[in-house]
């Protein structure tokens, strides 16, 4: 089966950096667009960063010149550099892979990791 697994959220306080990591794993073919997407407490899941496979990105405006996402083909990893946190980047960080596997193309979801900014 296939499996995105994130990891590297945390605790920090403003000003501080994290980097976020997925991993994907299973009986994938290749792997097209991956993204990160955050969700607020009593909020709608929203797109933080996203890469194609020629390696475009697009980014939300609140994070734009503070966080990088990238993306390593060969490990199908995908990365979330954030520099510069903010209180209000705290949330459940999700990441999320369009791919094909030998038989299908579909959209998976990670289980997601906790980033944490004090003030």
């Known amino acids: 089966q296939v499996q995105l697994v994130e990891s590297g959220g945390g605790l920090v306080q403003a000003g501080e950096s994290l980097r976020l990591s997925c991993v994907a794993s299973g009986m994938i073919f290749s792997i097209s667009a991956m993204g990160w997407y955050r969700q607020f407490p009593g909020q709608l899941r929203e797109l933080v960063a996203s890469?194609?496979?020629?390696?475009?990105?697009n980014y939300t405006d609140s994070v734009k010149g503070r966080f990088t996402i990238s993306r390593d083909n060969a490990k199908n990893t995908v990365y979330l550099q954030m520099n510069s946190l903010k209180p209000e980047d705290t949330g459940v960080y999700f990441c999320n892979s369009d791919l094909w596997t030998r038989s299908r193309y579909g959209n998976y979801w990670g289980q997601g990791t906790q980033v944490t900014v004090s003030s």
């Open positions: 890469i194609s496979s020629g390696g475009n990105t």
